[in-house]
């Protein structure tokens, strides 16, 4: 077994076995979750939708406590998109409050793991006392050297796209480059994610086979791996099922394989 589950892993268990069948040599630099599920989780138990909220708060520390353990790269968490402020207004405000009390709360961990925090999205348009959380947790956490950790919040990915692209136009206007040397590099720099490996593996958990606006640019190679899974009951079993199937995948990026393909 990985020397770093020893104390969190039964031998004996599900998990153990899972993961001695994991290529720790092939793993994804850069996952991508949208973590979806939780109303209809907390539904099939008669409780209010933010009782599922609150119960996937448990499976993002068992996702960041298994990718730090895994040294994954990064990670980017689908927490809350632009769409999602249609949602009940009651619903919206738990949710800003939970997250709120999730960051004061969890980032001491977070940091003792090494992980570094990072906000992404438009989040001028948050509560300043949500802002100012995630600003003490990112100045916390800035300096980590671990799992580097994105949130997106009050994301969109066409959006992404578009700030990306009028931050690198004034960037070129101010040097005098034409629009004919504009080029796909010029949108990756500026993207939300500049700096961090291409999403290797993008998973969506309860069965929902769409993309979501999310992470648009990013995943146009990624893996694709859908779960019927709810997101509350997405744990460290669950995880390690998403990174064997991501092993099996032939990745040609367009081309094809030395053995041929179409």
């Known amino acids: 077994m990985h020397t770093n589950f020893k104390e969190v892993i039964d031998p ?17 630099q850069h996952v991508a979750i949208i973590m979806d599920g939780n109303g209809r989780w907390a539904k099939q138990r008669g409780k209010a939708r933010i009782f599922g909220h609150q119960e996937g708060a448990e499976s993002v520390r068992s996702i960041l406590d298994t990718f730090a353990r895994l040294e994954i790269d990064a990670v980017t968490l689908y927490a809350f ?3 999602n402020w249609k949602r009940p207004e009651e619903e919206v405000s738990a949710l800003m409050q939970m997250l709120k009390h999730y960051i004061k709360n969890e980032i001491d961990e977070v940091h003792e793991n090494r992980i570094k925090f990072c906000a992404i999205g438009n989040i001028e348009g948050l509560a300043e006392d949500v802002r100012e959380e995630i600003r003490k947790a990112e100045e916390k956490t800035a300096d980590n050297k671990g799992t580097k950790l994105n ?26 480059v034409q629009p004919a040397e504009f080029t796909e590099q010029h949108i990756e720099q500026n993207l939300y994610t500049a700096g961090l490996p291409e999403v290797d593996l993008m998973i969506r958990t309860s069965g929902e086979m769409r993309i979501s606006n999310f992470l648009l640019w990013q995943v146009a190679y990624s893996e694709i791996y859908v779960t019927d899974t709810l997101f509350p009951d997405f744990r460290r079993e669950e995880i390690f099922k998403a990174l064997l199937d991501f092993q099996k995948r032939d990745r040609r990026f367009g081309g094809v ?3 041929g393909g179409s």
């Open 257 to 259: 394989v030395s053995t």
């Open 81 to 83: 998109s632009t769409e």
């Open 151 to 176: 949130v997106a919040l009050n994301y969109g990915g066409r959006a992404e796209i578009v700030d990306a692209c009028r931050k690198a136009f004034s960037e070129m206007n101010a040097q005098g």
């Open 12 to 28: 004996g268990s599900t998990e153990a076995v899972l993961l001695s069948q994991i290529d720790l040599k092939r793993l994804p």
